[in-house]
């Protein structure tokens, strides 16, 4: 580690450019034991493509729009953000980059930028000799240089450790869904029962959302008959890409809020547990209700919190925000992206 509490970068030199490098670069990608390994796609020279490719490595998809992912999905920063959200939130703390010689520098400082936002331990596969553009890009950053495949199998299994304290409580990596076949039918929300009526007394502010009971049950709370296993739906939302629009989608398919009412959502309206959300009934917050969570959605709400963290939004702005930017657009190419029916009105 070096005093800043950053793992120093890891050079792994292939001067002779020998598939048995990247094949152990290949094997050591395992989400699940926090290591991400990427291979960027060639010929891409979208600005955000290298963003894209992480999130791809992360199991996220990307929502269809035609000639352009949607205009998040478009800009570098946003889709960094998302990046760097998903990462915290999946533990991912070694990340391995292969072809790191064929990269842009712009793209190499990317990542570089990556590290010290996410606190992780990052490899480079560097597939010819030491060059002085190498020399150039790491001049001020710590780092070690590895030109050994035994020594560079040692290095790529390494875990890493992300920073700690970002994002919410109860952020161990959740267990592995049951696997539920997909049929792919469209999924239609079923009207949820009312929640928890707080009221407000006159001229007091709207609190946040209190304290619950936890739900443990990986099952949305008793809404009639439901065609659709919450597992299922579960699974969808985990593919999305954008952690906000995971996020609204999970609190709309719990309490049914429509895009307005999603865009009032605060910070503090989802409690420190991830157990319960408010829903304002209007910016008069007379009649607002508590829903509970159920522990499908905590991922996505961890990854929503991570988010707001790294972008300094403060816990009583808009948990959403942008969420109804050109009648809620993006959300609804992001819903139909994972055939999931969105209610624009309640």
Same mark, same amino acid.
């Given at each position: 580690?070096?005093?800043?509490?950053?793992?120093?970068?890891?050079?792994?030199?292939?001067?002779?450019?020998?598939?048995?490098?990247?094949?152990?670069?290949?094997?050591?990608?395992?989400?699940?034991?926090?290591?991400?390994?990427?291979?960027?796609?060639?010929?891409?020279?979208?600005?955000?493509?290298?963003?894209?490719?992480?999130?791809?490595?992360?199991?996220?998809?990307?929502?269809?729009?035609? @000639?352009?992912?949607?205009?998040?999905?478009?800009?570098?920063?946003?889709?960094?953000?998302?990046?760097?959200?998903?990462?915290?939130?999946?533990?991912?703390?070694?990340?391995?980059?292969?072809?790191?010689?064929?990269?842009?520098?712009?793209?190499?400082?990317?990542?570089?930028?990556?590290?010290?936002?996410?606190?992780?331990?990052?490899?480079?596969?560097?597939?010819?000799?030491?060059?002085?553009?190498?020399?150039?890009?790491?001049?001020?950053?710590?780092?070690?240089?590895? *030109?050994?495949?035994?020594?560079?199998?040692?290095?790529?299994?390494?875990?890493?450790?992300?920073?700690?304290?970002?994002?919410?409580?109860?952020?161990?990596?959740?267990?592995?869904?049951?696997?539920?076949? *997909?049929?792919?039918?469209?999924?239609?929300?079923?009207?949820?029962?009312?929640?928890?009526?707080?009221?407000?007394?006159?001229?007091?502010?709207?609190?946040?959302?209190? @304290?619950?009971?936890?739900?443990?049950?990986?099952?949305?709370?008793?809404?009639?008959?439901?065609?659709?296993?919450?597992?299922?739906?579960?699974?969808?939302?985990?593919?999305?890409?954008?952690?906000?629009?995971?996020?609204?989608?999970?609190?709309?398919?719990?309490?049914?809020?429509?895009?307005?009412?999603?865009?009032?959502?605060?910070?503090?309206?989802?409690? @420190?547990?991830?157990?319960?959300?408010?829903?304002?009934?209007?910016?008069?917050?007379?009649?607002?209700?508590?829903?509970?969570?159920?522990?499908?959605?905590?991922?996505?709400?961890?990854?929503?919190?991570?988010?707001?963290?790294?972008?300094?939004?403060?816990?009583?702005?808009?948990?959403?925000?942008?969420?109804?930017?050109?009648?809620?657009?993006?959300?609804?190419?992001?819903?139909?992206?994972?055939?999931?029916?969105?209610?624009?009105?309640?």
């Amino acid at each position: 580690m070096t005093p800043g509490g950053l793992p120093a970068i890891t050079v792994l030199i292939d001067k002779n450019d020998h598939p048995d490098w990247t094949a152990a670069a290949h094997s050591a990608h395992g989400p699940a034991l926090g290591r991400l390994a990427i291979d960027p796609s060639p010929a891409n020279g979208t600005p955000a493509a290298l963003a894209h490719d992480l999130l791809y490595a992360l199991g996220k998809r990307l929502p269809a729009g035609g @000639e352009t992912y949607g205009t998040w999905a478009d800009s570098q920063r946003p889709a960094w953000d998302a990046v760097a959200a998903w990462i915290l939130t999946h533990h991912i703390g070694h990340l391995i980059i292969c072809r790191t010689d064929r990269l842009t520098t712009a793209r190499q400082r990317q990542l570089l930028a990556l590290r010290e936002r996410c606190g992780i331990h990052l490899t480079l596969l560097w597939h010819r000799p030491v060059t002085p553009t190498l020399r150039t890009l790491l001049e001020e950053t710590p780092h070690h240089i590895i *030109d050994t495949l035994p020594q560079a199998r040692i290095a790529l299994s390494q875990t890493g450790y992300p920073l700690a304290g970002t994002g919410r409580a109860e952020q161990q990596r959740p267990p592995e869904p049951a696997h539920r076949q *997909d049929d792919g039918q469209w999924i239609t929300p079923q009207t949820p029962p009312a929640g928890m009526v707080i009221d407000r007394p006159a001229r007091a502010r709207c609190q946040g959302a209190p @304290e619950l009971v936890s739900t443990r049950s990986g099952a949305p709370p008793p809404r009639g008959h439901d065609p659709t296993p919450a597992d299922v739906l579960a699974a969808r939302l985990a593919t999305v890409a954008h952690p906000l629009h995971a996020t609204a989608l999970a609190i709309h398919a719990v309490t049914g809020a429509d895009i307005s009412r999603l865009a009032l959502t605060r910070g503090i309206d989802i409690n @420190e547990t991830a157990t319960a959300v408010k829903i304002h009934d209007s910016t008069a917050h007379h009649k607002c209700q508590v829903y509970p969570l159920p522990a499908w959605t905590r991922p996505l709400i961890n990854a929503a919190g991570s988010h707001g963290q790294l972008k300094d939004r403060a816990p009583d702005n808009p948990l959403l925000p942008l969420i109804t930017v050109q009648n809620g657009e993006q959300l609804t190419l992001t819903a139909t992206g994972i055939r999931y029916r969105l209610s624009t009105a309640r």
